[in-house]
Each structure stands twice: as C-alpha cells, then as structure tokens.
C-alpha cells in the first residue's frame, strides 16, 4: 500500500548519519505539541546532538489528541536512530480508533518487525489520549513514571512493558486521569530529569521534581518549566549531565475557550 510505502522510505533515511539527523530534527525536534484547550511547554534537550527522548502528538478532527512521551534506552546516534523510527511509526499508526494500550502494542509490533535480530534496544514512556470536552484522558505506560500532578502529586499509572523486547508481548493496559480530580496542570518527564545525580552521588528522584513543580506552580507554563530545569541543575551543580532530558508541562484550561483551542 501507498502508505505503507512511504512509512518504508521514511524508515530507510534514518540508516544514515546525515539522513538520520535530517529526520530526527524534522520528526522530533521540529515537532510542534499543540494540544485542544491545553497549553503545553516543553523542553527537549538530548546529551548528544542526537538522542533517544521523544515528544509526539496527534490531533484529531473531533478535538480528541494523543500525546505520547518516550524514553529510548541510552543516548546518541543509536538511540535517536530508534526515537527517530518511533515518530515515523506513530504517524502511521496512530489514530481515532486505536486506544492508547492499542497505539503501544501496534507501535511494540512495528518495532519488532524492523529491529535487527541481534539488537538489544527498548524504549519506555506514556501513551495519553486527552478528551478535553470531558475533562478527563487516559493513559498507558510502557515501562514510565505516571505524571507528576498539581493536586493529586505523582500518579501510579498500571505499569506495562517496554517496547521494543520480545517479553513485551503482554498486553498494555489503560489508566483513566480525572483532571477535575488530580489537578489541571501536570508534568511529563524522562529519567535524564529525575536520574540526575550530584556530586554527593544523591539522585534528584521523583521526590525532588515534585516538589519543584509545587514551588513553581503558579508560573506561567513555560516559566515553570525554565524554573524547574534551572532546579535541577542547581541540583547537579559540577557533577555531569549523562542522559538526555525532556520535561513536558501542561496545563487544562477549560471546555469553553473555543478562541484559544
């Protein structure tokens, strides 16, 4: 098919070093997050030129958005070679119809046909699917932290498999959020942000993200999200940064502002 064709075309470009980092900047860095009656920030800084953080969305024509957030194991040319083929996959295959926990196993057996054999690489993150009319979405994790809550704080979503391993056949699952109920703002975040050690060899955690997002709350969005960063690094002080670091903020603003959507 027509569309399976091109898929091919796109997959085939990132074989290359020049091809790869044309598709990465295009697919992923270049890539911009507007969600229906959401305002959203993000900061998206890979180790290397190239890295295995990814941000992606699809709006669809009823106001209903996906959002997915992925984590690919390590950094650099491999890893954003992989990040790279997950966007590509996820414009395929995303759609209406598919659930998140559908999107993540079509997107785990899409992997797995094109991943060589004798590769070991995997990726984990959050599949969202945002029904702003309701208020509400819902998610499912391949292997990631929930989001982190201006009310509700740090949201254990049920925990599935990476994509990307031969274990992963199991099935996904989806977790409902209430924003009425856990908060209208919230944070998305990869490992590189809650990983990141000090000098004294102490991990900024989860803990310590939360309660920077708490200090910073009432920013404007893209403001909290520089504070935040700014924190971490304050935290890391001359210890090295080892792994890429994405952290998304996002904030609900309501069901009755059709100008700004």
């Known amino acids: 098919?027509?569309?399976?064709?091109?898929?091919?075309?796109?997959?085939?470009?990132?074989?290359?070093?020049?091809?790869?980092?044309?598709?990465?900047?295009?697919?992923?860095?270049?890539?911009?997050?507007?969600?229906?009656?959401?305002?959203?920030?993000?900061?998206?800084q890979?180790?290397?030129?190239?890295?295995?953080?990814?941000?992606?969305?699809?709006?669809?024509?009823?106001?209903?958005?996906?959002?997915?957030?992925a984590d690919v194991m390590g950094h650099g040319p491999d890893a954003g070679r992989m990040a790279t083929q997950m966007a590509v996959l996820l414009d395929e295959l995303a759609?209406?119809?598919?659930?998140?926990?559908?999107?993540?196993?079509?997107?785990?057996?899409?992997?797995?046909?094109?991943?060589?054999?004798?590769?070991?690489?995997?990726?984990?993150?959050?599949?969202?699917?945002?029904?702003?009319?309701?208020?509400?979405?819902?998610?499912?994790?391949?292997?990631?932290?929930?989001p982190i809550f201006s009310e509700a704080g740090l949201v254990h979503v049920k925990p599935g498999y990476p994509v990307g391993l031969a274990m992963g056949e199991k099935p996904w699952t989806d977790t409902p959020l209430d924003l009425r109920e856990l908060g209208t703002r919230f944070l998305v975040f990869s490992d590189g942000i809650t990983e990141q050690f000090n000098i004294e060899g102490e991990m900024f955690e989860a803990e310590g993200l939360e309660a920077a997002f708490r200090r910073h709350v009432n920013a404007p969005l893209d403001q909290l999200v520089r504070d935040v960063v700014e924190e971490v690094a304050a935290f890391r002080g001359a210890a090295l940064v080892k792994d890429d670091q994405t952290l998304l903020a996002l904030e609900f603003r309501g069901t009755t502002d059709p100008a700004r959507s």
């Open 1 to 44: 098919p027509e569309a399976s064709e091109r898929v091919r075309r796109q997959l085939a470009k990132v074989e290359d070093a020049e091809g790869l980092e044309d598709a990465f900047r295009r697919h992923i860095v270049e890539r911009t997050i507007r969600i229906p009656r959401f305002d959203v920030a993000v900061h998206l």
């Open 46 to 69: 890979p180790l290397e030129a190239i890295g295995g953080d990814l941000v992606w969305h699809r709006e669809y024509p009823d106001g209903v958005s996906d959002l997915v957030h």
């Open 95 to 146: 759609s209406p119809a598919r659930s998140p926990h559908e999107t993540v196993m079509a997107l785990h057996q899409s992997l797995m046909r094109i991943m060589p054999e004798d590769e070991i690489r995997f990726a984990t993150g959050l599949c969202f699917r945002f029904e702003p009319e309701h208020q509400r979405a819902s998610c499912c994790s391949f292997g990631h932290e929930g």
